[in-house]
Nanobody, 116 residues
Framework: QVHLVESGGGLVQAGGSLRLSCAASGSIFGLVEMGWYRQAPGKQRELVAGITRSLGSMNYADSVKGRFIISRDNAKNTVYLQMNTLRPNDTAVYYC?????????WGQGTQVTVSS
């Protein structure tokens, strides 16, 4: 079994910052990549950012480039998402994901609400 535990969501004013964390545990041998998706009410889930375990290669959604920074701590099997200059349209449930070989696992989600 794979467990993903997220933390760091909450309520923040526009222009503020939040930092999300996601720790993976369990049967994570073969971990390839971790990252974050988000889903706003009435919208499809979309990729926010991902980072590979081995090389640390990163990819970002265009909407968050220059504002969000993804990082990892391989020793802790943890990925972080530093979110800066938050906007009201960043409001969503943020889901951590982990790719282990070809299988994708999901966290339970953490709510991020940005007030205007």
């Amino acid at each position: 079994q794979v467990h993903l535990v997220e933390s760091g969501g909450g309520l923040v004013q526009a222009g503020g910052s939040l930092r999300l964390s996601c720790a993976a545990s369990g049967s994570i041998f073969g971990l390839v990549e971790m990252g974050w998706y988000r889903q706003a009410p009435g919208k499809q889930r979309e990729l926010v950012a991902g980072i590979t375990r081995s090389l640390g290669s990163m990819n970002y959604a265009d909407s968050v480039k220059g504002r969000f920074i993804i990082s990892r701590d391989n020793a802790k099997n943890t990925v972080y998402l530093q979110m800066n200059t938050l906007r009201p349209n960043d409001t969503a449930v943020y889901y951590c994901y982990a790719q282990i070989r070809v299988q994708i696992y999901w966290g339970q989600g953490t709510q991020v609400t940005v007030s205007s």
